[in-house]
């Protein structure tokens, strides 16, 4: 997917009410390191072990465009990635990182131009004992599952984990959605405000004569694009 056109996570929850589709979203908590720098693709999950092997197996079987997605537990007292691991993975054509977790080298990253979400930065990396063992090919983001079958969109409102089966039909309403707004947001700016485009008075006739009437009914019954 071109990441010019991704379509808005607002967008595309949007859509996800209206198809009926379950859509996961990453902690609130995990905040964009490089605002104004949306991304979406397949996951490349892994959960951390306190060693980057791991990490280095995800990135070196993830397909050109994935998201690496790492779950550190949500931990506040250690970094679990830095300007190496994220090079690394900007260098083999990741598209982005979401870290349930903290990064550090943050000056680094920023020059590294890498998308990536995390909880923030700690100046620590780990300093546990790995365990040996294999990658585990999967991650929890504060109990949202993610698997090699999930698709991650992310921008500046948030992370979405959805599933790749719902992918192209929450894509491609969500790019309906965003036409149709952006259509009567530039009406807007023409004179035309929302609630004359919106026939807001019609609404609220129908609503005094039937109080069980909803704005989102409404909506949905005259061919109304928000949300509400």
């Known amino acids: ?22 859509v996961g979203t990453a902690p609130v908590s995990l905040v964009a390191l490089l605002p104004g720098r949306p991304f979406a693709g397949p996951a490349a999950p892994v959960t951390h072990l306190g060693s980057v092997d791991v990490l ?18 949500g931990r506040d007292d250690e970094a679990c990635v830095g300007d190496l691991m994220l090079l690394e993975a900007a260098t083999a ?35 546990r004992v ?9 991650a929890f983001l504060d109990g949202v599952t993610v698997t090699p079958e999930h698709w991650i969109v992310a921008d500046d409102d948030g992370v979405l984990v959805l599933a790749a ?4 039909a929450l894509v491609a309403e969500a790019a309906r959605i965003q036409s149709v707004e952006g259509a009567q ?31 989102r009914r409404y909506l949905a019954e005259n061919g109304g694009a928000i949300e509400t």
């Open 1 to 22: 997917m071109d990441q010019l056109t991704l379509p808005a996570t607002a967008a595309v929850a949007d859509a996800a009410v209206r198809l009926g589709i379950p």
């Open 56 to 73: 280095l197996e995800t990135i070196d079987d993830a397909p050109p465009g994935a998201v690496l997605v790492v779950d550190n537990g």
């Open 93 to 127: 054509g990741l598209a982005g990182a979401v870290i349930w977790g903290r990064h550090r080298d943050t000056a680094q990253l920023r020059e590294i131009g890498l998308p990536v979400f995390s909880r923030g930065a700690h100046p620590f990396g780990p300093r």
């Open 130 to 138: 790995p365990p040996a063992g294999t990658a585990m090919r999967s």
């Open 165 to 168: 089966a719902d992918r192209e």
């Open 185 to 215: 947001a530039e009406r807007m700016r023409g004179g035309s405000s929302l609630r004359d485009q919106l026939d807001f008075a019609r609404y609220r006739r129908e609503q005094a004569a039937d109080p069980a009437l909803t704005l």
